[in-house]
Each structure stands twice: as C-alpha cells, then as structure tokens.
C-alpha cells in the first residue's frame, strides 16, 4: 500500500487533472462540435470527452510518466498487471451532457494492485471537488464529508443507472429498479455512476446499486464511499472487484436490507455470478 505521503502526493496530482477536464467541459458547454455513438446504441462520446481526457492524460504523463492508465475513450497504456494503474473517465454522464442536464462529472481513480485506493470527482456544474485516498478521508471542496444516517430501506433515497446494454439483456436491472421504488421514499436515475457514488459519500444519497458499470466508472467513488463511512460490496456483499461491473454502494446500515431486495428480486439466479456470461 502507497504511503500516507505518497497518496497525498498523487491526490494533488489527480486534482490538477480533474480541475484541468473540468474547464475543459465548461469551454465546451453547449457548443459541442460533435458527438457520435461508439458502438452500442446510446453510448455517446463527444469532443469534449477527447478534450477532457486529453488534458488528463497529459498531466498525469507529466508527473508520473511511469504509471499505468485505463482511459474510457484511449484504452490501458502502460503494462498488463502493474502496480499503480489510473481509470479515468474524462466525463461521466456524457448523454446528460450532450442535454446540456448537468450531472455529469470528471472521475479519476487509482488502483493500487487491483484495489481502488484513490478518488478525485469533478463536478463542474455544481464546482463541487470530492477527493478520497484510504486512509485519509473523504472530503468535498476540502470539507470533510460523512455518509447518512437512515437506517431502514423505507426512509432511504436510492440511486441506481442502467447500462448501454440494457435492451438486449433479461438482467437489465429494471425489476430491481421497480421493486425498490416501491420499498424507498425514491430511486433516483442520475446519469452519472460517479455522481451517484459522491452523493452516497456524502449523504444525499442512502445507497446506490448498478450492473454493467466499467472500472472508469466507479474506481474513483468506491474510495469517497468507503472513506466517509460507507460500505461497498459485490450485491451479494462478497467483496468488491473493480472489473465485475456490479456495486452495491451503501451508508453501511442499509446494506444487507439492500442486498436482500437485489439477491429476491433478481429473476437469473444470484445476481453476481452472470455479469460475465
Ligand atoms: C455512464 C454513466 C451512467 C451509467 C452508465 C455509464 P458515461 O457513463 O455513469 O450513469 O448508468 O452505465 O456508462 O458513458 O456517461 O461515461
Ligand atoms: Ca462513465
Ligand atoms: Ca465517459
């Protein structure tokens, strides 16, 4: 595990990087000159993504030319099992952005051996910088920042997303989505997975669960939640891989009545083990 100084040291580095593709997203708002789909239908990428990545990949190469990445829109550079490895997601939330709707967001993680260790999310909308590194807290704009304290399901406001796949997939999260809508005060369907995750962090939100999701996606808001007091698992509460493309992301209390609803509710089985078929 990185040091306490060593962290710090990448945690000042990311934020130059986030505070750098912020500015970027904000030069480009409302005035993209294009945006395509990538493959699959609805998963859009603009040139502010490219921009806002770019801008990332370049500081990081500045201060630490030696590192590993796996960015959304470039792919891994760097070596296949490295010690430090950062996934960054230039802008999460790019359909809301393409609406000019303006939850969307700048997230870097860092993994260290596999384990995400570092976060640093963007909002530039809100001017909201949320940056965790374990061990050292979770903080927004420098405050520190803790989860909620709800503790039964029928109190809770949730959040979930549902994957690009979605239309092609029996488990596209929908009858998960139904049925704790009826068992919450609410499920919120943000559009930006590391919104979703911040929101948990800081108590806005009560939990959060997601299929389909890519390490980008959430390497970064695993730390903010596990650092200001939450728990994140696999749905079944085994523990959580970067690359299963599940979360379950709670305020710690809510977490086994969370997993109960997603284990009855999901039609295929445990829900863990088909992400990968
Ligand atoms: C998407 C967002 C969305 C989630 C999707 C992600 P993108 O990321 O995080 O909330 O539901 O699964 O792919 O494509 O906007 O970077
Ligand atoms: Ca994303
Ligand atoms: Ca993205």
Redo the contacts with the bound molecule.
Sequence with gaps: MPSPQKLQTFLDIATEAALAAGAVLQQCWGKLDSIEEKGRSGDL?TNA?RAAEAEILKILGRHLPNHAILA??SGQMGGSLPDYLWAI??????TNYAHQYPLYAVSIGLLYQGTPVLGVIFSPFFQELYRAASGLGATCNRQPICVSKTTSLEKSLLATGFAYDRHGRDDNNYAEFCRLTHLSQGVRRGGSAALDLVFVACGRLDGYWERGLSP??VAAGVVLVQEAGGLVTAYDGSTFQVDSGRILATNRHLHLALGEVLKNTCSLGNPDQYELA
Excluded at 89 to 94: A, I, M, Q, R
């Design positions: 990428v993504d959304e829109e997601d230039p802008l999460d939330g790019t980008w996606d």
